[in-house]
Structures are given as structure tokens and as C-alpha cells.
């Protein structure tokens, strides 16, 4: 596992292919329900068993990992309207340009 001297940022299922090479990252891929709104929950479970942190958010937000310089979204994880993840992917590259 990598110790990363820059920032990223991820969204949707890729978060959860960085728990593979970033020990102990923090990623988000929305929901760790599964539904109708979130029938990709599941990758939640592939975070943790890969060894990462999962936090549960909303489409239209992103999750910050200060200690990695990783930030997140769900984006497309969500059954949802393209203008909410619009503001999710907004909102991750904002912070992602708060840590560069």
C-alpha cells in the first residue's frame, strides 16, 4: 500500500478500487442500503473488505480524507436526477483543489 504525495479526486466505483492501494483511505460511494435510489450499495461492503473506511453520504456531497488527500462522491452509484450529481462532483473537485 501507497502513502500518496497528491491529491485525488474519485468518484463512484473507482473509490472503491483505491482501498486496494491506499492503506486505511477514507471513500465514499454513497448509501450503504441498498434500494431502488442506491442498487450499488453493496460496493460499501468492498471498501471495508478491501481494508478501507467507508462513509455513507448523499449524492450531491463528497467525503474528505484530510490524512490521504483523497476526496470522494457517489456520483453515478445513485438512481438519481444528473443535476444532483452535478453538485456532487462540483462539490469533490472544490475540496480536491483545497488540499492540491
Known amino acids: ?4 504525495h497528491l491529491t485525488l479526486g474519485l468518484e463512484a466505483v473507482v473509490s472503491t478500487q483505491s482501498t486496494g492501494v491506499i492503506n486505511g483511505v477514507e471513500v465514499t460511494v454513497g448509501s ?10 453493496g460496493a460499501a461492503g ?10 455513507a453520504t448523499d449524492v450531491n456531497q463528497a467525503h474528505v480524507d484530510t490524512e490521504n488527500k483523497v476526496v470522494t462522491t457517489a456520483a ?13 462532483v462540483g462539490l469533490m473537485v472544490q475540496e480536491v483543489l483545497k488540499l492540491a
Not at 32 to 40: A, H, K, L, S
Not at 46 to 55: F, R
Open 32 to 41: 450503504e442500503e441498498e434500494g431502488p435510489r442506491w442498487p450499488y450499495a
Open 46 to 55: 468492498a471498501v471495508k473488505a478491501m481494508g478501507g473506511k467507508h462513509v
Open 76 to 88: 453515478f452509484m445513485c438512481e438519481t436526477s444528473l443535476h444532483e450529481i452535478h453538485d456532487g
Open 1 to 4: 500500500n501507497a502513502k500518496l
